[in-house]
């Protein structure tokens, strides 16, 4: 067998003498719990519980302040009769219906079996019905029209009833008979005048102003029943059935039994006797299980049995809006409705829960509490408190006046904990132990063979141990270990588990003697992501050490000696994570104590089902998130902490809660073009929707007037491909829904995630008018056309693009022939150019050498001329010399005929330069026209008979003149000069 095994084989064995164990002090807790409860129980039966009570003001309803009428549709909608109106309430949304004369609706009554159903209204001078059209939009309908020949003088109705097939309408000086098969009305106006009609046993009976108490037949005829003196000179505002007999509720004088068979009437006393004579009691109803429920002017709603047993009073101090009711009504689920003179008030009179808070005293939020020698004791954040016996008072004990943790009975003894330290609690009396630092939980375990008590402070844990009169006595405080110690619990291997009030849990273990902690291993954190310490709860579920840290569940292996996730518990109670304490009824039912809720959890078959979740939404005075706490006694009575009082939990069993049924209140179509909006038919499919409304809204109604959470969700197929949950109001809205048919599927859920009604919906949007039949046949015909004429412009697209891609084509071939042209004669005249600044330079170079030889021919002749003056040359032969060298000379100036030439070749070349440049000289002007014609320095210098730096200079020269710029070539600037 490997060490596994055999620790498992172990862990069996010291759970099973651990749970043997439990069982032997379950037995003897149980012993002396029973003994208490004798007493306890007894006691906890006095202590005035009430059922919760839900209050609407007007800023809630949107009316008046004042409530007269209260009445239930077929459907469970709920009517009141409001100072401004008739409101409409099907348990989220309020609506107010105003009447023609906007007045108060002062009675009501609606006839479930008319069809459509009919709310009569009755008001001053004015009274008639609604009824809902095909959208569930109520209309109005007048009765006063077919009232003949009366005359109305503050006519009041103050009471609608249905006798067989008869509406009467009832003010304080006369009635109306409506007929609605004739659509007549017999009005009388009988004397004395009535104060109240009731219907009873099928039969019309009326209390008559300051007179005796009658019937009315069909016909107006009256009959005495009894006599006012009968009843202690009093009105009778209520007659409701006791049995066979009827029960008459007076004004002030209590009640009486009426037999209507003999006519015989008695006294029937109650608990609550004394305090109507002072109350004025006012309305009257009673509830399935002849709970007797009494609407005063001043103190408020009482109950009785049928015992006459009082069992509860509301007033203003205990959950009532307010003490003057005007009108009560029971509803579907046995509930009670009280029209008050300042808002509307619910009475879960089947509630499992009902509330005790204290008159004339703030208790703080309840930390703990206990029933102990038949007193109720409460542990709050302002001290410790008592029950004194009186009506439920609380007095806080002397001594208590701090934080206190917790408060809790051991084998007979009661000790708390709070702020200063740990005491008992003997004869009412605090014994402050002297030794403590500030009692934060204690628990009963047994630890090395040993039973004691553990418990944390604000600093060390302590021991408790019995003396030898088996009464618990401080021991010690233990070595080893200090800390901030918010909850404690020990497990069957002996390990104490001590979770931080703020970050963390520690495993402790001690040593034999229980003085020292051995072992310590600190938590910081469960999730191994988790980097920083998590606040971590521990409890204990069936012997079983659960974790906590808001996110999952965990529990401690002690083979491996790790915490782990408790699968068990993630898998099957999903959303309690949150949970801050478990408490055990029995062996199958639970309370979790959440940061938001009380959960009740069953176990069958190893299975943990959530059975019911009491949000603290829906408490009147809910704990603190986290500060939650139950006491379960010893006869399965659950009891919740309260911020202020405490509340008890007891299933309730008899008629079962009629079902609700999910329906459509409204659907209608919006069309944003033209701000329109359309109401569409509910109980039936509409007809086709226009496509320009296809953005829909749909409302629900579930009339649940419990205050659970219900989830209502909606599926549109096939638009939808996910359930959708609506807004606060039961509202969804669909925009832009495309053309086609639609069937719309709601479901209400509540906070089990079980379904608890259905329905559907189906509907057509019409496709747009450009999307019909017609349409389809106009964008064919259309589409012809289009092609014909598509066709036709592209032929003669294609003809303009193949007449302008031959212009074009013939225009490039004419534009290439000018090319050609022009190129020929270009190339023609730079050649004829190339010819001419050939023949130019040939030209100036023959004129250059004619001038060169002329000029040389002269100085030559000058020559001979000075010889043969100076007698060296003969005379004779010096003429002739001289002769032939005239022979030889032109009369004509060459260089002004090379001029000529020049300019007709280039351009009037001279005249423009001389004109621009009258200072340049001869020699300038040869030395422009050979740079013109581009030759060299050296080509110039052999022309002009020049060296080539005087050629040089001379281009330097000309280039002052010219005042040329160094940048400007001088032989460009001769070329392209014009």
């Not at 706490?629 to 009082?645: A, I, K, R």
């Not at 040939?842 to 030889?853: C, H, P, R, S």
Request: a neutral charge; proline letters at 4%.
């Amino acid at each position: 067998m490997s060490r596994r095994d055999i620790l498992r084989t172990g862990r069996r064995r010291s759970s099973t003498l651990w749970e043997h164990s439990v069982r032997i002090a379950r037995i003897a807790v149980l012993i002396w719990g029973g003994c208490a409860l004798v007493v306890g129980g007894v006691y906890a039966h006095n202590i005035p519980f009430v059922p919760p009570v839900y209050n609407y003001t007007t800023a809630m309803y949107g009316g008046g302040n004042q409530n007269w009428a209260v009445a239930q549709g077929a459907d469970g909608v709920m009517y009141i009769g409001n100072n401004n109106g008739l409101l409409r309430f099907d348990g989220v949304n309020w609506e107010l219906h105003r009447l023609p004369n906007h007045l108060s609706v002062k009675s009501l009554f609606v006839d479930t079996a008319a069809r459509p159903e009919r709310i009569y209204v009755g008001s001053f001078e004015e009274f008639g019905y609604f009824t809902a059209d095909a959208a569930h939009r109520l209309t109005y309908h007048s009765l006063k029209p077919l009232v003949k020949d009366y005359l109305f003088r503050n006519d009041e109705i103050w009471t609608i009833h249905k006798v067989g097939t008869v509406i009467y309408f009832q003010s304080f000086s006369s009635y109306f008979a409506y007929r609605p098969a004739e659509g007549s009305i017999r009005y009388a106006r009988p004397y004395p005048a009535p104060l109240y009609f009731f219907e009873a046993g099928g039969e019309l009976v009326s209390q008559l102003i300051d007179d005796d108490f009658y019937r009315f037949n069909e016909n107006g005829k009256t009959e005495r029943f009894f006599g006012r003196e009968e009843v202690g000179d009093d009105d009778i505002v209520s007659v409701l059935p006791f049995g066979r007999e009827w029960l008459l509720v007076s004004s002030q004088h209590g009640f009486f039994i009426f037999d209507p068979g003999t006519r015989a009437i008695r006294l029937w006393s109650t608990d609550i006797d004394a305090e109507l004579r002072t109350a004025i009691v006012n309305r009257a109803v009673c509830t399935h299980d002849s709970t007797y429920i009494v609407g005063t002017l001043n103190k408020g709603l009482f109950a009785i049995g049928r015992d006459g047993a009082k069992r509860w009073h509301l007033h203003r101090q205990n959950g009532l809006n307010n003490n003057t009711v005007l009108g009560l009504f029971v509803d579907r689920d046995h509930h009670v409705w009280a029209a008050l003179d300042n808002g509307i008030s619910l009475v879960h009179t089947r509630s499992e829960l009902s509330f005790f808070q204290p008159d004339g005293i703030q208790l703080g939020l309840v930390e703990e509490m206990l029933f102990y020698d038949g007193r109720l004791y409460l542990a709050t954040n302002q001290g410790v408190y008592r029950s004194s016996g009186v009506n439920g008072q609380m007095d806080r004990l002397p001594g208590f006046d701090t934080q206190s943790w917790f408060i809790r009975c051991f084998d007979g003894q009661m000790i708390t904990g709070n702020n200063r330290g740990t005491s008992f609690i003997r004869n009412d009396r605090n014994l402050p132990l002297e030794t403590s630092t500030g009692g934060m939980d204690i628990r009963q375990a047994r630890l090395h063979e040993q039973d004691v008590l553990i418990e944390s402070t604000y600093t060390y844990l302590s021991v408790y141990r019995r003396n030898e009169a088996g009464r618990w006595m401080f021991a010690r405080q233990i070595d080893g270990f200090y800390d901030l110690i918010h909850h404690l619990e020990t497990d069957h291997t002996g390990n104490i588990w001590a979770g931080h009030m703020y970050k963390g849990v520690y495993r402790l273990r001690l040593n034999d003697s229980l003085s020292t902690v051995v072992e310590t291993t600190y938590f910081p954190h469960l999730h191994p992501a988790d980097s920083t310490p998590a606040h971590i709860r521990v409890m204990k579920l069936r012997g079983r050490i659960v974790f906590s840290d808001g996110r999952h569940f965990y529990t401690y292996d002690d083979i491996d000696r790790r915490i782990v996730l408790y699968e068990q518990l993630n898998t099957q109670l999903c959303g309690l994570e949150d949970v801050n304490r478990m408490t055990a009824i029995n062996d199958s039912l639970y309370w979790f104590v959440c940061d938001g809720a009380y959960a009740l959890v069953g176990l069958r078959d190893n299975i943990y089902r959530l059975r019911e979740k009491i949000p603290f939404a829906i408490l009147n005075h809910p704990p603190n998130s986290g500060r939650g706490n139950v006491h379960v006694t010893n006869d399965g009575v659950s009891y919740l902490c309260l911020d202020g009082g405490i509340a008890r939990y007891m299933p309730q069993s008899g008629i079962p809660f009629p079902p609700k049924t999910l329906r459509l209140h409204a659907v209608s179509a919006y069309n944003r073009r033209n701000d329109q909006r359309q109401h569409l038919s509910v109980d039936v499919p509409p007809a086709p929707i226009d496509y320009a409304f296809n953005h829909l809204t749909f409302a629900f109604q579930y009339p649940d007037f419990s205050r659970k959470a219900f989830r209502t969700e909606c599926l549109l197929e096939p638009y939808d491909t996910r359930w959708i949950t609506t807004d606060d109001h039961r509202r969804i809205e669909y925009a832009y829904l495309p053309a086609g048919e639609y069937t719309l599927r709601a479901r209400v859920l509540n906070d089990l995630g079980e379904e608890l009604s259905v329905l559907s919906y189906s509907f057509r949007i019409q496709k747009p008018w450009y999307r019909t039949f017609t349409a389809d046949v106009g964008y064919l015909l259309l589409a012809i056309l289009l092609m014909f004429f598509f066709i036709r412009l592209y032929t003669r697209r294609v003809m303009r693009k193949r007449s302008a891609l031959f212009e074009q084509q013939e225009k490039e071939r004419m534009a290439q022939l000018d090319r050609q042209e022009k190129l020929i004669t270009a190339l023609r005249n730079e050649r004829l150019e190339a010819d001419l600044t050939h023949k130019g330079k040939e030209l100036a170079g023959a004129t250059m050498n004619i001038i060169n030889q002329k000029e040389f021919l002269n100085k030559l002749k000058h020559e001979i001329q000075a010889v043969i003056l100076r007698g060296k040359m003969n005379k004779n032969e010096g003429h002739k010399l001289l002769a032939l060298i005239d022979s030889n000379l032109s009369d004509e100036d060459d260089w002004v005929l090379f001029q000529e030439n020049f300019d007709l070749i280039h351009e009037n070349f001279f005249r423009r330069l001389q004109e621009q440049y009258p200072a340049l000289t001869p020699t300038d002007l040869k030395l422009c026209a050979l740079l013109r014609l581009n030759y060299s320095s050296k080509e110039i210098a052999n022309m002009l008979n020049l060296t080539i730096r005087g050629a040089e200079a001379a281009r330097y020269r000309l280039r002052k003149k010219l005042n040329l710029p160094e940048e400007v070539n001088l032989v460009s600037f001769m070329i392209d000069f014009k």
